[in-house]
């Protein structure tokens, strides 16, 4: 299993590279007001807009996992606090007669 992942690895690389050489091609580059940067290979420009959206869709996957771990550990809380409720029970301290709920005769 190593060994096919070392040879898809190689194969992945190989095909990034033969992109890469392919697309060596100047092109120019326009930002916001009228900022443009020439003569910039066209690799550089596709390999710095997927990292940029690497980075963002990381960005958001880890507040996300945050979020998550945020709620899983509140409801560990919430768990252990509901099992400590069912080891001990809350006793009333002071108990209701019945009578005050339901009389058994009307005055």
Known sequence: MRYLVWVLRLLVF???LLFA????????VSFF???ALANVPLIV???V????????GLLLMVL???????EITKL???????????????????????????PLAPL
């Open 76 to 102: 560990k809380r919430d768990v252990a606090q509901l099992k400590d409720k069912l080891k001990n029970p809350e006793v009333p301290a002071d108990p209701v007669a019945a009578e005050t709920i339901a």
């Open 45 to 47: 420009v596709m390999l």
């Open 33 to 35: 007001a009228d900022y």
């Open 64 to 70: 996300h996992v945050m979020r998550k771990k945020r």
């Open 49 to 56: 807009a997927f990292l940029l959206g690497l980075m963002l």
């Open 14 to 16: 190989v095909v990034v």
């Open 21 to 28: 050489l392919k697309n060596t091609e100047p092109v120019k």
